[in-house]
């Protein structure tokens, strides 16, 4: 028989590149079938001997990124993503050994292939921004096309597009549930949508791109707004996407505000940052979360609200309306009001402001930054800022005073809305509300949404095993990853099994993750940082009473898998799917 090669690509995905090189040598193992396995980037990589390519049969290529392909000259090729590899590694295997697979079409086939760039990005910039640029992948190379695609992630941006390559490019392909800057992009045809889309229909949506791209204009008198959306990003743009890029880029200052209080206070007690304790490292600390990460939450949110709306003629506006938002008391609703009204206004003044050529380069540099920020300011001191910061008082008081129904109430709907969607809008928009909240003080609805967001795949994980004649041996595998991110808050671990069977799995979803909510905010559970999962719960002050939150999430976790359960018939019924 002849031997595999497998060649999983790690990068930021290490954890699940290595759970899918497990599955990969378990699989083949069970079905004797001789496989040699390279991981590639991430520390101790192993590279594939000589000899083993040299004997190979063919070899199967897994995730994104450089893979090495041009090695294996004339071996037939198969490729998968690591999500296919984790959910159905039998059906991988079997595509990979397949003796009638067809070789990849020839530009002679069909259609000639073409050159795509593709950008991907989400709002967290941890789960939808891979799986989209894996799904493009795979897409591309089913198509017979070529694509490089830039993540625009959690870390930055990986894999960064080249000049050379983008002039190079027959279409541009924007996957982002945030704002892209698209000035590099000009004179390209360009197709921009989500990264829902790229996951759920990558050739779709490649063959609508292709036929759909629309020229992006240059900077200039004849662009309107700098970076023209195409119609199709058009129907997709919106409050939603604006407030979502504004929280994808305030996020990290929430995560390193909210953990170094929490350092803070375990360094030097409750009252680490009273002025008495002014030269000690504790006060130190504080003074860097609070004073300087957390005054810059608000900025950062409406800063990047007005950049998604208007590209950078809206940043110096909206920033400077967030700090007034903060001055005034708005807070993060001051915030986002300060986005909107900087991002349309510098938009509309960009779009109706005509110069001379000779004068159009101060329109940058002095109209627009002058006139949107004093609009932005005006409209913040004398008509928004006073109502806004009553109202955000309200919700306040309100929030920090919730007991008893109120919070069994509202952590029910928090924990529902992270599970019923699963990384959708419903999903996003708790989250974004909650992590909005910190920077007001507000730390317990995050404790709802981050618990509810874990429990979806931990309860499927459980679930797995606690019945294991609900699932195929593909979906029982695929447990173990599921833990794994559901102990990481990547709530996205539970979609291939909903996506199975929907009708069954989401509703027991929902349920786990209400349980999960509701414990939460009952028992007075608060969390000072919006992600990170249980790698945050041993850091000292960033959860309260964690005994409880502990049992929230075990008390979810175990419902879910009870319910999903109860729910789902044998893989041998006739309602095993949806």
């Known amino acids: 028989m002849a031997r595999l090669l497998a060649v999983v690509e790690g990068g930021d995905r290490s954890t699940l590149a290595v759970l899918a090189v497990e599955a990969l040598r378990k699989a083949a193992a069970r079905r004797d079938q001789p496989i040699a396995l390279e991981l590639r980037g991430t520390p101790g990589a192993n590279p594939l001997p000589e000899d083993a390519i040299r004997d190979a049969g063919a070899v199967l290529l897994v995730g994104a990124g450089d893979l090495g392909a041009g090695r294996f000259g004339t071996l037939r090729q198969a490729r998968a993503a690591i999500e296919e590899v984790l959910t159905d590694v039998d059906g991988v295997l079997d595509q990979a050994l397949a003796d009638t697979a067809a070789a990849p079409a020839s530009p002679m086939?069909?259609?000639?292939?073409?050159?795509?760039?593709?950008?991907?990005?989400?709002?967290?910039?941890?789960?939808?921004?891979?799986?989209?640029?894996?799904?493009?992948?795979?897409?591309?190379?089913?198509?017979?096309?070529?694509?490089?695609?830039?993540?625009?992630?959690?870390?930055?941006?990986?894999?960064?597009?080249?000049?050379?390559?983008?002039?190079?490019?027959?279409l541009v392909l924007i996957a982002a549930d945030t704002g892209v800057d698209r000035a590099r992009f000009a004179g390209k045809r360009v197709h921009a949508t989500t990264t829902k889309a790229a996951i759920r229909d990558g050739k779709g949506l490649i063959t609508t791109a292709l036929a759909e791209a629309e020229v992006q204009p240059a900077e200039g008198a004849d662009a309107g707004m700098a970076p023209a959306r195409p119609k199709a990003a058009e129907r997709q743009a919106g409050a939603?996407?604006?407030?979502?890029?504004?929280?994808?880029?305030?996020?990290?200052?929430?995560?390193?505000?909210?953990?170094?209080?929490?350092?803070?206070?375990?360094?030097?007690?409750?009252?680490?940052?009273?002025?008495?304790?002014?030269?000690?490292?504790?006060?130190?600390?504080?003074?860097?979360?609070?004073?300087?990460?957390?005054?810059?939450?608000?900025?950062?949110?409406?800063?990047?609200?007005?950049?998604?709306?208007?590209?950078?003629?809206?940043?110096?506006?909206?920033?400077?309306?967030?700090?007034?938002?903060?001055?005034?008391?708005?807070?993060?609703l001051g915030g986002i009001a300060a986005g909107f009204i900087a991002g349309y206004t510098a938009r509309f003044l960009n779009r109706y402001i005509r110069l001379p050529r000779t004068l159009e380069g101060l329109k940058p540099v002095l109209i627009l930054p002058l006139l949107a920020t004093t609009i932005t300011g005006l409209l913040m001191i004398y008509v928004v800022g006073v109502p806004v910061a009553a109202a955000l008082a309200a919700l306040t008081g309100w929030l920090k005073g919730m007991q008893g129904a109120s919070a069994l109430v509202l952590g029910l709907v928090l924990g529902g809305m992270m599970a019923i969607d699963m990384g959708g809008p419903i999903n996003k928009a708790a989250y974004a509300s909650a992590a909005a909240l910190l920077s007001s003080g507000v730390d317990a609805p995050m404790a709802a949404v981050m618990l509810g967001g874990m429990t979806p795949p931990l309860g499927l994980a459980l679930?797995?095993?606690?019945?294991?004649?609900?699932?195929?041996?593909?979906?029982?595998?695929?447990?173990?990853?599921?833990?794994?991110?559901?102990?990481?808050?990547i709530t996205e671990g539970a979609i291939p099994f909903a996506a199975a069977d929907p009708l069954r799995v989401i509703p027991?979803?929902?349920?786990?993750?209400?349980?999960?909510?509701?414990?939460?905010?009952?028992?007075?559970?608060?969390?000072?940082?919006?992600?990170?999962?249980?790698?945050?719960?041993?850091?000292?002050?960033?959860?309260?009473?964690?005994?409880?939150?502990?049992?929230?999430?075990?008390?979810?976790?175990?419902?879910?898998?009870?319910?999903?359960?109860?729910?789902?018939?044998?893989?041998?019924?006739?309602?095993?799917?949806?």
Request: net charge neutral; proline share 5%.
């Open 109 to 170: 086939d069909g259609p000639a292939p073409k050159k795509i760039v593709a950008v991907t990005s989400c709002p967290t910039g941890i789960a939808h921004t891979f799986m989209a640029a894996e799904g493009l992948q795979a897409a591309a190379e089913a198509l017979g096309h070529a694509i490089r695609v830039e993540t625009q992630g959690s870390v930055g941006a990986r894999d960064t597009l080249t000049e050379a390559e983008i002039a190079q490019a027959d």
């Open 240 to 332: 939603y996407k604006h407030l979502m890029t504004g929280v994808s880029f305030m996020l990290p200052f929430v995560v390193a505000g909210g953990l170094l209080i929490a350092l803070a206070f375990a360094v030097g007690g409750i009252d680490a940052m009273a002025p008495g304790n002014a030269g000690t490292l504790g006060y130190a600390l504080g003074q860097i979360g609070a004073k300087g990460a957390f005054a810059l939450i608000v900025p950062a949110l409406a800063g990047y609200i007005a950049y998604s709306i208007a590209d950078r003629p809206g940043i110096a506006p909206g920033m400077i309306g967030g700090m007034l938002a903060a001055n005034l008391q708005a807070g993060f």
């Open 463 to 489: 679930a797995t095993r606690l019945f294991p004649g609900r699932f195929t041996a593909p979906e029982r595998e695929a447990g173990g990853a599921a833990a794994v991110l559901g102990a990481a808050f």
């Open 508 to 578: 027991a979803l929902v349920a786990g993750s209400s349980v999960a909510g509701a414990l939460a905010l009952t028992l007075g559970v608060t969390l000072k940082v919006p992600h990170g999962g249980l790698f945050i719960l041993p850091i000292p002050n960033a959860v309260t009473h964690l005994g409880a939150a502990i049992l929230a999430l075990a008390a979810g976790t175990v419902v879910t898998a009870v319910t999903v359960g109860l729910l789902k018939r044998g893989v041998g019924g006739s309602g095993s799917g949806a």
